[in-house]
């Protein structure tokens, strides 16, 4: 801000104010707003319904966003406030039941999102939503008790276009009928459920679904049969599905996917093996090469943890298109990497926990639209560091396990556009310090595990006024450094575990000069 102008920002969905520091007043509505917040709690007001909507909302959000005051009782106040936005998610006051859902349903036809993620509502309080015709999207991520019966209620809701049912665990196959009418979903996630692939078959007619969400759920290749009816489908997880090789051609009727994740499945290139009559193929993995066929509008492919070697990735270079590429705790090495040199418009590339080396890493240089480069892993060093310096567009780089030294830290410098960097290998001192305290751009910064750094890192590092968040655990910091952090005012996040510091004293640093700091270890 102009003339060093502190201030502090609050945010909710469809809710952003600014707060300005103590010596300034505060807009006048927003002053109101708090002070009715305050009397909600001793029931001073019985009803909001005679004020515009939009003063209702904010007050709503205002009650949430403090996690104090709203109850079943003060929430009486806005019956029929024809609110748009109901955030309950997570909501950390009183808890979030059935009692909550006849002021809720008043909201009626203004009623657009509502979030009741990790509540106690059940399929009765659903009952509710009959007349909330409107409704756009739904989350009842981790809403242990709700099932068919809830779901058919909101099967009416058919202009609703998102509907989250994440780790709701009585969802199991038949619950999926109802959502057959629901022909406007363009989002649903229905990860960690019981739905099997016949539950799948009832989605044959959600025309517009673009995003899809299956993770962890007990479906296998054979849904794809399903899913292959689905025009607009662009965004797919089918991660920890445990999918095997049978019916795995079917990945290619869907040509308009986008964005794929197979992390954590038995995603494999052995099957390629037969082709070249060499080995047997793996019965019960999915050939890379059956995957990615006809697949031409893939932008994102997530292969984390699958059994992919180096040669698995030659499937990847005509894919010109990728953007994000997940390859972490794969078995691939450093050969590989030259299939991977073509990708023009790769953006971002996640290598950790793999066997790829230093004398790998100069195969990606040429990759000029990258973005974010993820290098954790303990045969990183100085060297592999060197080989990257022609990726000046970096704005994230993960080199956590690397063997990163001082010297190797000049290298550095030709990241100017850093944003987040992590260098946690334990070989850097205050001397490596003084080349990163020049990446002026950097909002997250963690060097944890490296004990050799001083109160001296925290001196070198006060000018990087635009940290968000900083990780300086089990190093040599102690209480008397401290005093070097005052300058960092946007810091919302601070972890010194394993430091000469306690919670206290981060608390008074907190209440005197980082007014913004939100999470801090130790606690």
């Given at each position: ?163 989250n049912i994440k780790w709701c665990n009585c969802i199991v196959d038949v619950d999926m009928k109802p959502l057959s009418e629901l022909t406007n979903l363009k989002i649903l996630e229905i990860s960690f459920s019981k739905v099997t692939d016949f539950g799948i078959s009832f989605l044959k007619g959600l025309r517009k679904l673009a995003l899809l969400n299956l993770e962890g759920c007990h479906v296998t290749a054979a849904c ?207 001397d490596g310090v003084k080349n990163i305290k020049e990446l002026s751009s950097l909002t997250c910064l963690n060097l944890s595990q490296n004990c050799n750094l001083s109160d001296t890192t925290l001196e070198l590092i006060s000018g990087l006024t635009g940290l968000i968040s900083l990780n300086i655990s089990n190093s040599g910091i102690t209480n008397a450094g401290l005093k070097h952090l005052k300058t960092l005012k946007n ?33």
């Amino acid at each position: 801000m102009a003339g060093g102008t502190c201030c502090r920002w609050f945010k909710h969905p469809r809710m952003r104010f600014l707060l300005p520091k103590e010596q300034q007043c505060p807009p006048l509505l927003d002053l109101c707003i708090r002070k009715i917040t305050q009397e909600i709690e001793i029931h001073k007001h019985h009803t909001f319904s005679a004020l515009p909507p939009d003063l209702c909302q904010r007050i709503f959000n205002e009650l949430v966003f403090s996690s104090c005051f709203l109850t079943p009782a003060s929430l009486q106040a806005f019956l029929d406030c024809a609110l748009q936005d109901i955030y309950l998610g997570e909501y950390d006051g009183a808890a979030v039941d059935d009692a909550w859902m006849e002021v809720i349903s008043s909201q009626g036809s203004s009623l657009l999102h509502l979030d009741l993620s990790g509540s106690d509502v059940t399929d009765h309080g659903l009952t509710y939503l009959k007349d909330c015709k409107n409704i756009i999207s739904l989350n009842f991520n981790h809403c242990h008790q709700i099932s068919d019966r809830g779901l058919e209620c909101i099967s009416g809701l058919t202009r609703l276009e998102s509907l989250n049912i994440k780790w709701c665990n009585c969802i199991v196959d038949v619950d999926m009928k109802p959502l057959s009418e629901l022909t406007n979903l363009k989002i649903l996630e229905i990860s960690f459920s019981k739905v099997t692939d016949f539950g799948i078959s009832f989605l044959k007619g959600l025309r517009k679904l673009a995003l899809l969400n299956l993770e962890g759920c007990h479906v296998t290749a054979a849904c794809l049969d399903s899913l292959a009816e689905l025009p607009s489908l662009s965004n797919l997880n089918l991660s920890r599905c445990n999918l095997s090789n049978d019916g795995c051609e079917q990945f290619s009727r869907l040509e308009n996917l986008e964005v794929l994740n197979l992390g954590f499945n038995n995603v494999t290139d052995a099957c390629l093996a037969p082709l070249k009559g060499d080995l047997k193929c793996e019965p019960h993995s999915l050939s890379l090469s059956t995957i990615l066929k006809r697949l031409t509008k893939l932008k994102s492919l997530n292969l984390d943890s699958c059994w992919i070697e180096d040669e698995g990735l030659v499937h990847l270079a005509g894919h010109q298109q990728l953007n994000c590429l997940e390859l972490s705790d794969t078995g691939i090495g450093s050969d590989g990497l030259h299939y991977l040199s073509g990708l023009s418009s790769l953006e971002k590339l996640n290598l950790s926990f793999t066997m790829v080396n230093d004398s790998g890493l100069s195969k990606l240089c040429g990759l000029s639209s990258l973005k974010s480069l993820n290098l954790d892993a303990r045969q990183v060093t100085d060297t592999g560091l060197a080989s990257l310096t022609s990726l000046t567009g970096l704005t994230e780089l993960d080199l956590f396990g690397a063997r990163i030294t001082d010297f190797g830290t000049n290298y550095l410098k030709c990241f100017k556009n850093l944003r987040l960097l992590e260098i946690c290998g334990g070989e850097l001192t205050d001397d490596g310090v003084k080349n990163i305290k020049e990446l002026s751009s950097l909002t997250c910064l963690n060097l944890s595990q490296n004990c050799n750094l001083s109160d001296t890192t925290l001196e070198l590092i006060s000018g990087l006024t635009g940290l968000i968040s900083l990780n300086i655990s089990n190093s040599g910091i102690t209480n008397a450094g401290l005093k070097h952090l005052k300058t960092l005012k946007n810091l919302r996040s601070l972890s010194l575990e394993s430091c000469k510091v306690t919670a206290n004293d981060i608390r008074k640093l907190q209440s005197t000069d980082l007014p913004n700091l939100v999470i801090f270890r130790p606690q």
